[in-house]
């Protein structure tokens, strides 16, 4: 798994709980379906079956692959539309390029991030490069969609170009843990992604055997996902696994912990952590559009039939 990492992650930041904080217990451990998504990749929808009030601020999460393409298998999406939310999209291996209608798009790779605020609205493709669509390849990372605020969903589109290289680097207390900071604050400590809504977002490398306690906002929710390999999370010592999302309870300090014994495929527990405020808002989500109200649902619509929303260029 070739996100960015450290050979020696006692030489990095510690972050630790303080003793006094309350532990989150855990609410419930679900199950990812997988699917289809764009032009055919295969992803697991990470928070199928949870109710949205323990997901607030966050809408869905696609785990795209791990999948190790042939030749000519590589696939990504056709021209498609937002409005209304955030999409953040890790790719933790394999190459990703990215076009907008707003003027926004790159080239993302190994333990790079992609964030678009559609705001008000507009087009985007995402497709793997043609060079891997020739040689084949693994592929393997992450779609978040984030809500926005009433007040916000109207901002003007915006892009971010995360590379792996600004990623926050931290490691847990005993430094048995990998603590990867892309948006947020962890103890002081800052991850680069600049959030509309208030989030934090980690992915964690956790050794075999280790356990690291981090602080959590109390006012935040959160959550966790298993990207590869076998663990479990607070004091109660749920299982979990690649594939499972956990839902934590109220307090201020979460842990996770590695199984001793890990899968051939994962030398450690790989886990993504997010937590956010809830915004508390209705929220209206219908394809690509995520609102308030139906109104501004058939509004959103009614603008992209009529190309309000961009257009995608000639010849395409």
Known sequence: MPAVTVENPLTLPRVSAPAAAQQRPVLHVATAPGGFEGEGFPVRRAFAGIDYRYLDPFIMMDQMGEVEYAPGEPKGTPWHPHRGFETVTYLIDGTFVHRDSHGG????????????????????????????????????????????????????????????????????????????????????????????????????????????????????????????????????????????????GDGDSLTVRADEAQESRSENFEVVLLGGLPIREPMMHYGPFVMNTHAELAQAFEDFQAGRLGTVPAGE
């Open 105 to 248: 798009g790159g080239v993302i790779t190994d333990g790079d991030t992609q964030w678009m605020t559609a705001g008000s609205g507009l087009l985007h493709i995402e497709a793997p490069p043609e060079s891997l669509v020739m040689s084949g390849g693994v592929f393997h990372g992450l779609q978040l969609w984030v809500n926005l605020p009433a007040k916000d969903k109207m901002i003007a589109p915006k892009y971010q170009d995360i590379r792996g290289g600004s990623v926050k680097l931290l490691a847990s207390e005993d430094g048995g843990a990998l603590v990867r900071l892309i948006a947020g604050d962890i103890a002081g400590h800052e991850g680069p992604g600049a959030t509309h809504t208030p989030i934090t977002m980690i992915h964690m490398s956790v050794s075999p055997g280790a356990s690291v306690t981090l602080p959590w906002r109390k006012d935040f929710n959160a959550l966790a996902y298993g990207l590869a390999g076998l663990g479990s999370a607070g004091t109660e010592r749920r299982p979990f696994r690649m594939g499972q999302a956990v839902v934590f």
